[in-house]
């Protein structure tokens, strides 16, 4: 080689060497941090309702195992670092929070077993899983349950739920203001014009107050509609609205409030689930819906959570019962910035420590027949900034539209509730299982139709068109008979009946699909992804 185009060379290669060198082990890092894990136990049910990030970096699931209050911890990886459940009472948590002084604390209901009667339950515990306290509260409702818990800026929490009973109004809000050591407050039952009303989310306005969400029935005509309403630091109405969309029902999920105004997050049955930001007397700025994936209403209990990035945009998932979800990033005005599909029945999504994305959920997206829940799976999917992971994401093109919405005042009626009572109940280790990977797509009872089959490799996946499929050794004398892709919501969009080794799918969209192949010997069952 030419000397001095050595040199020349030298001067721009060793230092780009020497850069990737010094880049290398954050490059390996960053990789690292990425998981796909799925808990599960193989003679029971499992299933997430809520997630949090804790202060040592990993995180805490909130949800219910075999009818009982379930705890999972898990390290920076999401390796299960303890799992407990309620020992003695039936129930389920349905939310949680980090509190000020570095703990945990859980939300949702309980009731001894046989009785048709729940109490809203309340716990703290330590990171490690100590039981500190427990609380349960009951308004003289039949069934009370908290979906909603924060910590707030004395040290207390701000609970919201409902309370629920057989005869009109077959639903009241729920909001109770507790001190640290969970002692009410103050606490109210609300009812919006009368009809059943449920709230789903309650934050703390700085020292404005409280923003709280929710939904309720209109008497007259039965429509579901969302209402926003503002209390003080003791409890009072400041002002309530109700939103009347272009068409359809809805209902309030959640808000974040912030110093241009409050960002709500909402599900309406035509337009699908959007976010509205109006400033702190109610007046609507704007208004973006996202798609539609079913409607979340009065009676959902599960409602996914909005949260905020270090940017000041905005995380959130569909919250999908069925079929895989999806999940969405926004900037502060809410124009999507990133957005997947994700192998779950999402729950909930956060940007994490470290810049990256948790995604929670349960599985088989599809369900499971004749089983204790529809998704005895829980799954979580850690993405990197831009959605990327190696498995269970799939990056699609984040699109968002306008929708208009009029807010107008409604009547709120609220009634005292009555303080709590200490609880003393065991609180014990549960068993849970761990495998990497997926939540399956589909599960069955009674035949070999679970999650996907070692037995069978399709290569490459994710895929532009042309896939691959070998029935690897240790599978016998199998053959392929036939062939069926099954898109993520469940629709069969191809046949195969002449398949051999090599199938052409380039006809179809990109996104996740189940491959099924009947065999001479049972059905196998595989994950494809197809890529444009």
Excluded at 179 to 192: K, R, T, V
Excluded at 303 to 330: C, H, I, M, Q, R
């Amino acid at each position: 080689m030419n000397p001095f185009l050595r040199a020349s060379v030298s001067l721009w290669l060793y230092p780009l060497l020497g850069v990737t060198i010094l880049l290398l082990p954050f490059m390996l890092s960053a990789q690292q941090s990425l998981f796909t894990k799925v808990f599960y136990d193989a003679q029971g049910d499992a299933q997430a309702y809520a997630s949090v990030q804790t202060p040592d970096h990993g995180f805490c699931i909130a949800g219910v195992k075999d009818y009982r209050p379930l705890a999972i911890k898990t390290d920076s990886a999401g390796n299960i670092v303890w799992a407990k459940q309620m020992g003695d009472l039936l129930g389920s948590f349905r939310a949680l929070t980090i509190t000020g002084d570095s703990c945990l604390l859980f939300a949702g209901e309980v009731s001894e077993e046989y009785s048709p009667v729940s109490d809203l339950f309340i716990m703290k515990t330590t990171l490690g899983g100590d039981t500190l306290w427990m609380k349960t509260f009951n308004a003289g409702a039949v069934r009370q349950n908290a979906v909603s818990v924060y910590t707030t800026s004395d040290g207390g929490y701000i609970v919201g739920g409902r309370a629920e009973n057989d005869v009109p109004p077959y639903c009241s809000a729920f909001i109770l203001k507790l001190d640290p050591e969970g002692d009410l407050e103050w606490g109210q039952l609300l009812s919006i014009s009368n009809g059943s009303t449920a709230i789903f989310s309650a934050r703390q306005l700085g020292v404005d107050g409280f923003a709280v969400t929710g939904a309720f029935e209109e008497v007259n005509s039965g429509d579901e509609k969302m209402f926003l309403l503002r209390m003080t630091m003791d409890g009072n109405v400041v002002w309530s609205n109700t939103a009347d969309f272009a068409w359809g029902a809805s209902c309030g999920l959640d808000v974040i409030p912030g110093s241009s105004g409050l960002t709500w997050m909402f599900s309406c049955d035509v337009t699908g689930l959007g976010l509205l930001r109006t400033n702190h007397d109610g007046t609507p700025l704007w208004c973006r819906s996202y798609g539609y994936s079913g409607y979340l209403g009065l009676l959902y209990r599960n409602a996914p959570k909005l949260s905020g990035t270090a940017e000041g945009g905005f995380v959130f998932v569909d919250g999908a019962e069925y079929g895989p979800g999806w999940g969405v990033k926004t900037d502060s005005a809410g124009h999507p910035v990133d957005r997947a599909s994700l192998f779950l029945n999402t729950i909930g999504g956060m940007e994490t420590v470290d810049g990256n994305y948790l995604f929670t959920g349960n599985g088989p997206i599809f369900g499971v027949e004749m089983a204790g829940t529809d998704h005895p799976q829980i799954g979580l999917i850690k993405t990197d900034q831009l959605f990327s992971t190696s498995a269970c994401a799939y990056s699609e093109f984040p699109f968002s539209d306008t929708c208009e919405v009029n807010l107008t005042v409604c009547p709120v009626t609220g009634t005292p509730v009555g303080p709590g009572m200490d609880l003393h109940r065991i609180f014990s280790d549960a068993v849970l299982s761990t495998d990497s990977g997926c939540v399956a797509f589909i599960g069955a009872v009674g035949n070999n139709e679970g999650g996907e089959d070692v037995s069978m490799e399709i290569y490459p996946n994710p895929s532009d068109g042309i896939v691959n499929i070998r029935l690897i050794a240790g599978s016998g004398d199998k053959k392929i008979i036939g062939l069926e892709i099954i898109s993520s919501t469940g629709v069969t969009v191809a046949v195969i009946t002449d398949a051999g080794c090599q199938i052409d799918v380039g006809c179809l969209p990109g996104g996740l699909y189940l491959l099924r192949a009947e065999t001479t010997s049972g059905i196998l069952t595989k994950r494809l992804i197809l890529q444009r």
